[in-house]
């Protein structure tokens, strides 16, 4: 049943209150000229690995945005929705290079899902095993987001449109499943020899895992978009359920099935899209941290999500993030400093050769690490974070051998040092608390560079 909400572009609070501070990032055009990049994963190669919905898999170096095509998948076929959709990387993707991907195909005929696994030699893709086959697809409805937890592979899989497959579990339509990374069916899942893990979902597209949770983010249909926590064994309701059980009916059959209400639900809807956990071990933007990033299609706009989770409260603070506008949003991925890469959605889903998607960077420019990735600056600072007493700065070109005054000053613009140095040089910061500080030089010529660091 629906629940009404009201978005704005600032602060939106369910149940709980309290505040968010923006962070300021700058945007930039990674690459451009795509189709629908519907999965993009930072890997650990420090590339962006992503698929196109017309069946290609690529990769692309996010500071030059040079991409390489690592494999046409040419059974992929495209209907409304439907194409080649979620991606996962192997955990130890050097020691094991297998690729995870979900598409859709004509088999005797019919529309249909699979679950390939692909070994990666180093320039393509190779040795296709199916894991899984035999899920209905459709127009609409086809899920699907691939995410691997410790060793097991999530899937959400949509109701093909046919919503009542959603409560029958003993088709793999309207779920999320688990199996190993070999196919097989584990023998913890809910329900033997089944890779069924829950149930009574409409078309789940969103997947992110942090601190023992697993979240999934649900389009609902003209009402009730959903943010979920996924537990072992649940039902979500669908189609009896639309967001929270809160109509005499509802609650009946919320009672009688085990049903899991969401976190939180969006109406009107958003078209929610994929989610990622943005953690504190991401450097970059702090007021971030402990939260989900979402991306939404028919909103267009990215959203933060922080869970308050704990002594029995479910609230969820929402806020649209200002600055990012680039129509349609498919899809984010984080990368290990914080960055984060988003991607579009905006070329016709037909596949008639329209190429108008992007994949997006939003950073923060005085954060040194992002710098130093795409160009050498005059001065760079390190480590960034400081787990000690010193910040090293070192100097390039006519920078070395100069002595240039520097301030250290907080967020909030307190001046905390204030000398000369010269470099490259030595900046003692062990007396500074915890925090995040801004280095600023000013050069002969008068010019100011820079440079933000943590403090540990």
């Known amino acids: 049943m629906k629940r009404m909400t009201t978005l704005t572009t600032g602060l939106m609070l369910l149940v709980s209150s309290g505040s968010i501070a923006d962070p300021v990032f700058t945007t930039r055009i990674v690459k451009d000229n795509l189709f629908i990049p519907w999965e993009i994963i930072y890997g650990p190669d420090d590339h962006i690995w992503f698929t196109q919905k017309n069946g290609y898999i690529c990769r692309t170096e996010p500071g030059t945005g040079h991409t390489d095509t690592i494999y046409h998948e040419p059974e992929t076929v495209i209907r409304g929705e439907g194409g080649m959709l979620g991606m996962a990387l192997h955990p130890d993707f050097s020691g094991n290079p297998y690729l995870y ?10 529309y249909t899902e699979k679950i390939v696994r692909y070994t990666y030699n180093g320039q393509t893709l190779q040795d296709p095993f199916i894991l899984l086959d035999d899920i209905d697809a459709a127009n609409n409805h086809n899920g699907c987001r691939l995410l691997i937890v410790n060793d097991k592979l999530f899937i959400t899989t949509g109701d093909a449109e046919i919503a009542a497959t959603a409560q029958n579990i003993h088709t793999p339509n309207g779920k999320i499943l688990r199996i190993p990374l070999d196919g097989t069916i584990p023998a913890d899942n809910p329900i033997a020899g089944s890779p069924v893990w829950s149930w009574g979902h409409r078309n789940a597209q969103g997947l ?11 389009h609902g249909p003209s009402t009730d978009d959903e943010l979920n926590i996924i537990q072992k064994g649940r039902n979500y309701g669908w189609p009896a359920v639309t967001g929270f059980c809160n109509t005499p009916g509802e609650q009946d059959f919320c009672a009688d099935s085990n049903v899991a209400q969401p976190l939180t639900a969006w109406t009107p809807t958003l078209a929610v899209s994929d989610i990622a956990w943005y953690g504190d ?8 941290h402990h939260s989900i990033l979402m991306t939404s299609l028919k909103d267009q706009k990215l959203y933060q999500l922080r869970p308050t989770l704990g002594s029995g409260s479910t609230a969820v603070i929402v806020t649209a993030v ?3 506008n680039f129509g349609r949003l498919r899809d984010v991925c984080i990368a290990p400093d914080g960055r984060v890469f988003i991607s579009t959605s905006n070329s016709p889903a037909n596949g008639n050769g329209e190429k108008t998607d992007r994949i997006i960077e939003l950073y923060d420019p005085l954060f040194w690490g992002a710098v130093a990735q795409y160009k050498l600056p005059a001065v760079f600072i390190y480590p960034n974070p400081v787990n000690g007493d010193d910040l090293h700065l070192a100097a390039a070109g006519n920078s070395r051998g100069a002595t240039q005054p520097y301030i250290i000053s907080d967020m909030q613009g307190r001046i905390l040092q204030s000398a000369q ?6 900046l003692p910061v062990g007396d500074l608390p915890a925090g995040i500080y801004l280095l600023r030089l000013k050069a002969p010529d008068g010019n100011t560079l820079t440079r933000k660091f943590v403090k540990l």
């Not at 071990?281 to 971030?288: A, E, G, I, N, S």
């Open 208 to 218: 992110a895992y942090a601190n023992g949770i697993l979240y999934s983010s649900e």
């Open 101 to 110: 991907v979900a598409y859709n195909y004509l088999k005797a005929g019919n």
């Open 322 to 324: 200002e600055g990012v």
């Open 281 to 288: 071990d991401k450097l970059m933007f702090p007021d971030w």
């Open 421 to 426: 140095v010269m470099l490259p040089g030595v």
